[in-house]
């Protein structure tokens, strides 16, 4: 019990010292004192840019990293494998490539944006799930089939946007993750959406719980295996989507964060989801806050940073099976 | 329970239940018995309405089991499959009350009726003291006690075991069997059972359905069911076949 409250803790901590660093280190700079100050200083000038172009920043690195690593956890639940993870076997790169696909031939539909991700990302699912179910789901089975899956989206993506050339303006932002530059549109997108995947994540806990029964002990009680399949998964190719829309494709944060985060709290996934969606949130706002300060001014995507560390864990993983 | 004219085949190359017809007497302990592939286990899954028949019907309480809603049937029917993975991180519990899962909805719950249930469960299986315990850390026997106490805790009428004692040791076996009996006695409850080793199943009985190559060749009590001829026919086993007051019927088989 100890453990939970302490892990719950320093996380809650650094999730805070991290947003305050984040928002007064970059070009502009400011103490914390400062900072709080001007928080509630309306002319400050410095806090407006501040407001306008580090607060979204956070914001979405904040709700992407929470909504990707609870979405790993949900995977790994329906897919009872703890290798599960949306940026990995493709569930990102399938949303992105439809978004992309659909908007390029039918710009009106750009307020879909959302919609036609979480289509794309449904289909990649449906397509990792059909073809590796006859190996009963094992873990490495899966990985490989989703591999595949996630190196044809992707292949599809660069193609298209070779293909389309000048088409494409926006292009470059949906498979190159990269957090600069987002605008409070892109956080009402992220929150709203985001928010109803991670309250409806945190009210399917104890089926959660129940998935890892064997699927005939489970039926045996009574309890619907397949509708309960089909809406965590459901929930878990919303939350990639919505943030694979809004920050483009980070792997391995759906990995990381939820193994990481069974050590610390338990299998519980009373306690597990909303765990893992707080240290998703802080991992993400970490690995772009160094990635924009370490060689400022340029900048190193937080996809790369996530990728950067998460290769080596999955292979970790990999031998530990 | 009524069972009419099942016929079940996974691959459709051949029914692995032939057209099987029987009936589960309500309050009895009713064991399923045959060689490898006789269709045994696949006849349990059929009553436990795992399996679907391509033809004929089971019916309970004279209610066509297609007709039950999950969690209804849940509440008649509870069963103990053979092996069981152990989920990490599990406290027996926790995992006995899954049990509770067909009398509550997401909305509703009665916490003490569900607080007893577990508790009775616990009880009669002889892990009360153990019950914050991790799974992960039980001996074979102690797990199979705690899956029992799941289904126990679903308090349904019936309860069915697919070969409980196939993985234990010779004290877990009888240990597991006394619990049945048990069960049977005290609680009521009605007992399907499939079982490998003759000599429990005669022992434990008061109903045997012994099986071969999808169809049954014979049931009813003990005695009448498994004599020389019958095991010779169905098992290819010469068996000798005593009686003594302390042990009752047993067989010894000879050879082949």
């Keep these: 019990m100890t453990k939970k409250l302490v892990s719950f803790t320093i996380v809650i901590v650094l999730l805070l010292v991290t947003v305050v660093y984040a928002a007064t280190t970059g070009s502009i700079k400011m103490g914390f004192f400062e900072f709080i100050g001007a928080l509630f200083d309306k002319g400050n000038s410095q806090m407006e840019a501040i407001r306008d172009l580090r607060f979204p920043r956070i914001i979405v690195a904040l709700f992407a990293g929470a909504a990707l690593s609870v979405s790993g956890v949900l995977l790994q639940s329906v897919m009872r494998n703890p290798l599960a993870d949306a940026g990995v076997i493709g569930i990102s790169s399938g949303a992105a490539f439809v978004q992309l696909f659909i908007i390029s031939f039918f710009p009106a539909l750009f307020f879909m944006t959302p919609v036609l991700a979480f289509m794309g990302g449904a289909m990649a699912c449906a397509l990792v799930f059909a073809l590796s179910w006859k190996s009963g789901l094992s873990p490495l089975k899966l990985i490989l089939v989703g591999i595949a899956i996630n190196a044809m989206f992707t292949g599809l993506t660069e193609a298209f946007i070779s293909l389309g050339g000048s088409l494409n303006t926006s292009a470059s932002s949906v498979i190159g993750s990269n957090l600069t530059m987002r605008t409070w549109k892109d956080v009402s997108t992220i929150v709203t959406y985001g928010s109803v995947g991670l309250v409806a994540a945190l009210t399917l806990y104890s089926w959660c719980n129940l998935l890892v029964l064997q699927d005939k002990t489970a039926k045996s009680l009574g309890f619907n295996v397949a509708r309960a399949r089909l809406l965590i998964a459901a929930v878990a190719v919303l939350l990639s989507a919505i943030s694979v829309v809004v920050a483009g494709v980070i792997s391995f944060v759906g990995l990381l964060v939820p193994h990481i985060a069974r050590r610390l709290v338990g299998y519980d996934h009373k306690v597990l989801i909303p765990f893992t969606a707080l240290a998703g949130a802080l991992l993400i706002l970490v690995a772009d806050t160094i990635g924009r300060t370490i060689v400022a001014p340029l900048e190193i995507p937080a996809s790369t940073i996530m990728a950067i560390i998460g290769g080596p864990f999955l292979i970790f993983l990999l031998r530990k099976e | ?256």
């Design chain 2, 1 to 256: 329970m009524e069972i009419q004219d099942i016929i079940v085949s996974h691959d459709n190359t051949r029914n692995h239940l032939d057209g099987v017809t029987t009936a589960i007497q309500k309050g009895k302990v009713t064991t399923i018995i045959g060689p490898n592939g006789c269709g045994k286990s696949t006849l349990l899954s059929v009553m436990s309405r795992n399996n679907m028949p391509k033809s004929g019907h089971v019916s309970l309480e004279n209610k066509d089991l297609v007709h039950y809603k999950s969690k209804e049937f849940a509440k008649k029917l509870a069963i103990v499959y053979q092996q069981n993975d152990v989920p990490k991180d599990l406290t027996i519990e926790k995992l006995v009350s899954f049990g509770r899962l067909p009398h509550n909805t997401m909305l509703k719950r009665n916490l003490e009726e569900d607080a007893k249930a577990i508790d009775w469960a616990l009880a009669c299986t002889n892990l009360l003291e153990k019950r914050n315990n991790d799974l992960e850390a039980l001996s074979g026997g102690e797990r199979q006690r705690v899956w029992i106490a799941m289904a126990l805790a679903q308090q349904s009428e019936i309860l069915c075991l697919d070969e409980p004692t196939t993985y234990l040791d010779i004290y877990y076996q009888l240990e597991l069997l006394e619990l049945v009996k048990t069960l049977n006695e005290e609680h009521d409850l009605t007992i399907i059972m499939v079982l490998h080793d003759i000599n429990q199943a005669i022992r434990y009985s008061d109903h045997i359905i012994l099986m071969n190559a999808g169809h049954i060749v014979a049931e009813g009590v003990p005695r009448d069911v498994i004599t020389k001829e019958v095991i010779k026919e169905v098992y290819g086993v010469e068996a000798i076949f005593n009686e003594d007051e302390q042990l009752g019927l047993y067989m010894v088989p000879l050879g082949i």
